[in-house]
């Protein structure tokens, strides 16, 4: 009889053996997928960080371009409406100069 009990309790003993280590080895498989979920959502959070960024770079960037367009046509309509009058132009700036070109002489001083 103490033969037949030692067999069972090896038995036991080797069933709560694979168990134990069935229960180990799943729990470490949940910590490597805990890990890897980790890392898969701090990518996303990352990926969906740098989208916000590229469409509000995307919002500014268009709308200097329109105001550069805006603001170029409205100097290149002054310019061609200036030079349709004939008034001397800078050619730098493009404007018309509000000074006086010539200096005017003391007698048309207004002193």
Avoid at 69 to 88: A, E, G, H, I, Y
């Amino acid at each position: 009889m103490k033969l037949k009990f030692n067999n069972s309790l090896e038995g036991v003993a080797k069933l709560a053996g694979i168990v134990l280590l069935a229960m180990g080895g799943l729990w470490l498989v949940g910590l490597l997928l805990r890990g890897i979920g980790g890392l898969v959502l701090g990518i996303v959070g990352l990926l969906a960080t740098l989208l916000k960024f590229l469409l509000l770079a995307a919002v500014v960037i268009g709308l200097g371009y329109l105001l550069a367009r805006v603001l170029l046509s409205r100097r290149n309509t002054l310019k061609n409406s200036v030079q349709d009058q004939d008034l001397p132009v800078d050619a730098q700036t493009g404007y018309v100069p509000t000074e006086p070109t010539e200096p005017r002489s003391p007698s048309t001083r207004l002193d």
